[in-house]
């Protein structure tokens, strides 16, 4: 049996298209159409069921995948090995939101320059990332949702807890212990400061802690600014109150610079996924780049 009948099997059996496959291996549809009609009529026994959106694999079809992919994954194993050890430099495309990109996940990857690893980055949301590296744009994604199918595989990376902040003369105005007594109706006076219009951040805050929906001022934005590295400056240049990732405030408490409003007992969290595409770990400049975010990951607390 053609190993790269094989190859494209798998690689349509795990995007659920022949479009995304094709893609992926740089062939036009007809032909990966017609690789898979070949390996069809070889067994002897149909591999897809045709749907009006991508395929779906037949028993047939589903029992040789998982036969086949984990050989051909090995042998891209050590093809790759090889390749990487003669050809120096390999690069590696990553893709995430662009302030935990920046201040967690870039500096975890620079120990690997030094090993022959150049790093490419894309800025993005989860839905942009996830077609990116179905697309095979990206090698790694970080996401906050985890994605489905037989594509893309992931792994739970962190969670990022949120806190509710202000400047200091906000809180001073707001008193302490203030929110926790008489509930968010004490924020009907400040400005809010957002990502996006639909209040992301804010929303997802006043319904974790206050089971509630933002009302009043807080239920549009005085500032929208698409990086939460510019909101916190506008929080703390006095613009009004966000819902920052403690990871990224968290110097800025200490300073004094921002202040928490509230501690609630459950923090509101948000986790973040380390998105491949399967049977790309057996490239060892993936591999290596999960790794180390994994482990890195461990100290992030």
Same mark, same amino acid.
């Given at each position: 049996?053609?190993?790269?009948?094989?190859?494209?099997?798998?690689?349509?059996?795990?995007a659920g298209s022949f479009t995304r496959a094709a893609a992926l291996l740089g062939l036009s549809q007809p032909?990966?159409?017609?690789?898979?009609?070949t390996l069809e009529r070889q067994l002897g026994r149909p591999l897809f069921l045709r749907r009006a959106?991508?395929?779906?694999?037949?028993?047939?079809?589903?029992?040789?995948?998982?036969?086949?992919?984990?050989?051909?994954?090995?042998?891209?194993?050590?093809?790759e090995t090889g390749l990487d050890e003669e050809a120096g430099t390999r690069t590696l495309h990553l893709a995430g939101p662009p302030e935990f990109t920046a201040v967690r996940v870039l500096p975890a990857l620079t120990s690997l320059i030094p090993q022959g690893v150049a790093l490419r980055v894309s800025f993005g949301n989860t839905e942009e990332a996830l077609d990116g590296l179905g697309a095979g744009h990206h090698d790694l994604a970080i996401t906050t949702a985890r994605p489905r199918g037989e594509l893309l595989t992931a792994t739970a990376l962190c969670d990022e807890e949120h806190v509710l902040v202000a400047s200091p003369r906000w809180a001073a105005r707001i008193g302490?212990?203030?929110?926790?007594?008489?509930?968010?109706?004490v924020l009907k006076d400040l400005p809010v400061v957002e990502v996006h219009e639909s209040l992301p951040?804010?929303?997802?805050?006043w319904s974790a802690v206050f089971d509630a929906r933002p009302a009043g001022p807080a239920d549009t934005a %005085? &500032?929208?600014?698409?990086?939460?590295? !510019? *909101?916190?400056? %506008? &929080?703390?240049?006095?613009?009004?109150? !966000? *819902?920052?990732p403690r990871y990224l405030c968290e110097d800025a408490l200490e300073r004094g610079e921002v202040v928490a409003l509230l501690d609630p007992p459950v923090p509101p969290l948000r986790t973040y996924f380390l998105a491949v595409r399967t049977g790309t770990l057996a490239l060892p400049h993936i591999a290596r780049a999960q790794e180390w975010l994994l482990r890195a990951a461990s100290d992030w607390s």
């Open positions: 049996m053609d190993l790269a009948l094989l190859r494209t099997f798998v690689t349509v059996h795990r032909a990966v159409t017609s690789q898979i009609r959106r991508g395929v779906t694999p037949t028993t047939i079809g589903d029992e040789l995948a998982h036969r086949a992919a984990p050989h051909l994954d090995a042998l891209v194993e050590i093809t302490p212990g203030t929110l926790r007594r008489r509930g968010p109706s951040f804010v929303s997802r805050y %005085a &500032v929208i600014a698409p990086d939460l590295r !510019a *909101v916190q400056q %506008a &929080v703390m240049s006095g613009a009004g109150l !966000a *819902v920052l």
